[in-house]
């Protein structure tokens, strides 16, 4: 049985370019050679095909009896160890004559084994992508990745339904959380903090489905931001000074519009001597600062007891002497536990809210409160939150797949029956629809330039 095309197997170790057998390797690794990179590209192709996921599923089970023979899991040995142990499974199959390998497929079969064994299978290399975004599942067959804001096919995919759902099983298993057909979807998170949402049928009807927001390593600064024209540098001081002065900051924005990773950045302006408490569906906040508590939701068991919401962890964080609380989204009641501790003691409190636009983001704001069964007078209410949040930011993904700070603003008030905003800064794209603009730092002077400017030891502010 060949695994890939004839071809293909025209070309052997000895046929190679000097260097090509380390290029393949280093291609594993992403950082390949053009002559490793491309044999690798036509190799990863063939992962479509089910001889080669046979193959695959077949090493797989002889390398888990061998170790099972020996009272061995993956877990107990090394990875040194278990590779070699792969290497000997498949090495033996071949000189079997089971499988028809040359030395580029033995390498790429060694390595989606060791995958399927030790870690997330076909999700594996694409998790350790560090240009891929997101990752998105559709069934079995369908396997889609975003890069620099746009989706594109991966060459790879999942056996069949039953492989796919041993991988979800892996994901959610050590983190506490189910799912099956009493309970068809859930969040949760991988052990890197990336973010993920898995649905199974019965109500997904085309097999399992499974969306990972990936979580990156090296966080991002203020000056990558500015380098990538994801904002201006005088919004990058503003927000600076902004934190540092403890101002309460809404960042509002869609759906994979960066709002997560927004709040990471802003996060490391904090002081280090600040005590932080982290509220979350599904942890994804990663702090750099050293006095930092997490606290995560729980979802409702079978019988609908045990669940912890995130009003209640709200609520009792106020009890746990923080000095700011980061509510990684507004989505429900914790709206008004929220709002209450940016104006009660808790200045400097960030969260994130799903919003197209600053005035739309207050209006879903007021949604929730009334949800949450505050029934007061229009003015009443907005008064309320124009007393708590200082600034609001808007970030937005734009047509390009390319993410922008939209608008910096200010809220100062109400007046009748509408909120004041201060707009400080704005992205305005021209043309329509092409991601591309300009930044444009408005000619107010901030509300708050005198609160900014007690702050030492930061530059001043723009506009201040």
């Known amino acids: 049985m060949s695994l890939l095309t004839n071809d293909f197997h025209s070309l052997s170790v000895t046929d190679a370019a000097p260097g090509l057998v380390s290029d393949i390797a280093a291609a594993l690794r992403g950082d390949a050679g053009d002559a490793g990179a491309a044999a690798m590209t036509q190799a990863r192709a063939q992962r479509m095909s089910n001889a080669y996921q046979l193959a695959k599923a077949q090493a797989c089970t002889q390398v888990i009896e061998q170790l099972e023979a020996r009272s061995l899991s993956s877990e107990s040995m090394g990875p040194r160890a278990l590779r070699e142990e792969i290497e000997l499974a498949v090495g033996s199959r071949s000189r079997r004559g089971q499988l028809a390998l040359n030395s580029i497929e033995r390498t790429l079969l060694i390595e989606d084994v060791e995958d399927e064994v030790a870690g997330l299978g076909p999700l594996a290399p694409l998790l350790r992508d560090p240009t891929i975004d997101d990752i998105i599942v559709n069934g079995h067959n369908q396997i889609y990745i975003e890069r620099g804001g746009l989706l594109e096919r991966a060459d790879t995919r999942f056996q069949d339904d039953t492989h796919l759902m041993n991988i979800i099983q892996r994901i959610v298993g050590p983190i506490g959380r189910r799912v099956d057909e009493a309970s068809p979807f859930v969040d949760a998170r991988l052990p890197d903090g990336s973010r993920v949402n898995i649905v199974i049928p019965p109500i997904a009807l085309d097999g399992p489905l499974l969306s990972i927001r990936k979580f990156r390593i090296q966080a991002m600064s203020m000056d990558d931001y500015v380098e990538r024209q994801t904002m201006s540098a005088d919004m990058a001081a503003y927000l600076s000074l902004a934190v540092a002065s403890r101002l309460n900051i809404l960042v509002c924005g869609g759906t994979g519009a960066g709002k997560t990773t927004m709040l990471n950045l802003l996060s490391t302006c904090i002081d280090e001597r600040e005590r932080l408490i982290t ?13 930092v508590v997490r606290l995560e939701t729980r979802a409702a068991s079978v019988d609908g007891s045990r669940e912890v919401n995130a009003r209640e962890l709200v609520r009792n964080a106020l009890r746990m002497r923080p000095d700011r609380i980061i509510l990684g989204e507004v989505r429900g009641a914790e709206a008004v536990e929220m709002l209450q501790a940016m104006s009660t003691g808790h200045d400097g409190s960030m969260a994130t809210l799903h919003g197209n636009s600053p005035r739309d983001g207050l209006a879903r704001l007021e949604m929730l409160l009334g949800m949450a069964g505050m029934q007061n007078d229009q003015r009443s209410l907005r008064r309320f939150v124009a007393n708590s ?44 629809m092409s991601g591309l603009g300009d930044f444009h730092r408005e000619g107010v002077r901030p509300h708050h330039a005198r609160r900014l400017k007690v702050v030492e030891g930061t530059p001043d502010a723009p506009l201040c």
């Open 279 to 291: 509220i979350e569906d599904a942890a994804e906040l990663q702090l750099r600062q050293a006095h």
């Open 389 to 432: 949040i200082h600034i609001i930011v808007h970030i937005q993904r734009l047509a390009n797949g390319s993410r922008r700070v939209m608008s910096v603003c200010e809220l100062t008030g109400v007046e009748g029956e509408s909120y004041l905003l201060n707009e400080l800064f704005s992205f305005v794209e021209k043309p329509a």
